[in-house]
């Protein structure tokens, strides 16, 4: 039974939902399910179809698998809220609506997929990029709308997709090429993707709605989704092009650095952001003397505090690693080979081998000649739709409300919000996550999320335990949680991340919150989340 559709229809006040629960409201003789979550509010036909009873609004609202769920309370079936998929069994699916907030009334109008067009004709999708979004929101794509599109992939590197972010952990010997791996290409026979892996798109024809590779391969689409990442920054320096130069950033990155590190010898790495730092303790552990040049006084300035970055430091130093903190990279010398890394200081690093980490640039080249619309990445709204209604574009290439991206869980949302609408059960909006970041070194526990550099307003709560080497702050306003830095004892970082992302009043339990997150599950949870 298709919902009735067209007409936004009054519902309650919006404030008569309480944030992670629901109601149930009676549209026509239907009862639907109404719940407001820390993302908004979302509506689903009340039925549970594996128990036949009107019981979803009593269900348990809560992120499960990385989607946003409600426990059936009679069979535990779990319903993704914004698309009404069962993620036991798809065929148990429900209905969804279409919710907004007016004049602080819930109104709510039909969404259901008009499933007569969805069976007239398999449309063409073309994903451009193989990487970590585009595959992501491709396995989204499949498990909410399997055989809704003929999907075409291209990618420019000719191995499979990966998992960038363990790069490395294989440069430092804890998994190999295999452990990051994604799909094989039976994987994409057995769900009737083409991939085209080596072969990059070079022109969009929008017109004609027609991509053409490097290799010739002419391929038309109904939608498009761009997923073309981001490329290392170069150094900006003379001697940058010589050989043993390198960047960190691909797979050929990290099988160039081992061939290297297989000889022994010095590393320079230059940069001292996440990256670096993951660079500098992974050469360290394969047998080379690393020094590591950073411009700025704090390693990880992005992310870290300056005494959380002096332990970092310090903690490093103690394995070996040496490093040169506010300076600043004037040439490479060498003849056909990098030989030294000269600063700003007139010293000079002996380097047999020299890696730069000095941040990414989105790569926008190929929508940009095409005529979408680019500023530092590509534009797109919170659909990740394009100023093209039938291009998307998400990941390292985007740019949203006038911030890129670089971190992993804001790629995996936008995969998420976009999936969504490629298969026309559109009702999420990407509305930013919070920026994260870990360490990934053996020994060390880093964590920082949120804004950790405080301003006007803001307050700081401190643990320091120097004999047990451990550091924890975390950046207040208003008695929310605005930030957290955590050094040597990460495990509360998700539940910081929890009192972030739904603007939790702390004022009752803020001298516990450094000892023991978990207290904070007394405290109320704030209106301000919705």
Not at 288 to 295: F, G, I, K, S
Not at 470 to 499: F, H, P, S, T, W
Request: aromatic letters at 4%.
């Amino acid at each position: 039974m298709t919902p009735p559709g067209g007409v936004w229809r009054d519902i309650c006040a919006a404030d008569d939902i309480l944030l992670h629960a629901g109601v149930c409201a009676l549209v026509e003789d239907r009862q639907v399910a109404i719940f407001r979550t820390a993302s908004g509010f979302f509506a689903i036909d009340n039925r549970d179809p594996a128990a036949g009873a009107n019981v979803l609004s009593r269900g348990i609202v809560g992120d499960l698998q990385g989607q946003l769920v409600v426990a059936s309370p009679l069979y535990k079936h779990h319903f993704n809220l914004a698309t009404g998929r069962c993620l036991e069994d798809p065929a148990l699916g429900v209905a969804t609506w279409s919710v907004r907030v007016r004049e602080g009334r819930i109104e709510l109008r039909a969404a259901q997929l008009n499933l007569a067009r969805r069976a007239a004709r398999r449309r063409r999708l073309v994903l451009v990029g193989n990487g970590m979004a585009g595959l992501r929101a491709l396995e989204e794509l499949l498990a909410l709308a399997p055989g809704l599109y003929d999907v075409t992939v291209f990618g420019a590197e000719t191995r499979g997709g990966y998992n960038r972010v363990l790069l490395s952990s294989v440069l430092t010997g804890e998994k190999t090429l295999e452990d990051i791996a994604g799909h094989d290409r039976d994987w994409y026979a057995s769900r009737g993707v083409t991939l085209h892996a080596g072969d990059p798109v070079l022109r969009i024809d929008r017109v004609r709605r027609v991509v053409e590779s490097k290799a010739g391969v002419r391929c038309e689409y109904d939608r498009l989704l761009l997923a073309t990442g981001a490329s290392a920054v170069a150094l900006d320096v003379p001697g940058a092009s010589l050989r043993g130069v390198l960047r960190f950033r691909n797979v050929d990155d990290v099988e160039a650095m081992l061939a290297a590190a297989g000889s022994g010898g010095c590393a320079v790495v230059i940069g001292g952001g996440l990256l670096g730092v993951e660079a500098a303790a992974g050469l360290h552990g394969r047998g080379m003397q690393v020094t590591l040049v950073h411009d700025n006084d704090t390693l990880m300035d992005r992310q870290l505090d300056t005494e959380a970055g002096r332990l970092l430091r310090e903690s490093l130093e103690r394995r070996g690693i040496v490093f040169r903190m506010g300076a600043n990279t004037v040439r490479i010398d060498g003849t056909e080979r990098a030989r030294s890394v000269a600063l700003d200081d007139g010293s000079e690093l002996a380097a047999d081998l020299v890696v730069t980490a000095v941040g990414i640039r989105p790569n926008i080249g190929l929508a940009a000649s095409a005529g979408l619309r680019c500023d530092r990445g590509i534009l797109v709204d919170d659909t990740m739709q394009t100023f093209d209604p039938s291009i998307y574009a998400i990941g390292e290439c985007v740019q949203h409300r006038r911030t890129t991206f670089g971190l992993v869980a804001p790629l995996w949302e936008q995969a998420r919000v976009c999936a969504t609408h490629l298969a026309e059960l559109g009702a999420l909006r990407y509305r930013q996550s919070l920026p994260a970041a870990q360490l990934r070194i053996s020994g060390l526990q880093v964590f920082s999320a949120g804004d950790v550099r405080g301003g006007d307003g803001c307050e700081s709560i401190v643990l320091s335990d120097p004999a047990r080497g451990i550091y924890k702050r975390l950046v207040l306003r208003d008695n929310k949680v605005q930030g957290a830095v955590l050094y040597g004892d990460v495990a509360d970082g998700a539940r910081y991340c929890e009192l972030m992302r739904e603007a939790r009043d702390v004022a009752a339990v803020r001298d516990a919150l450094l000892f023991d997150a978990s207290g904070s599950e007394a405290v109320p949870r704030s209106e301000a989340a919705a």
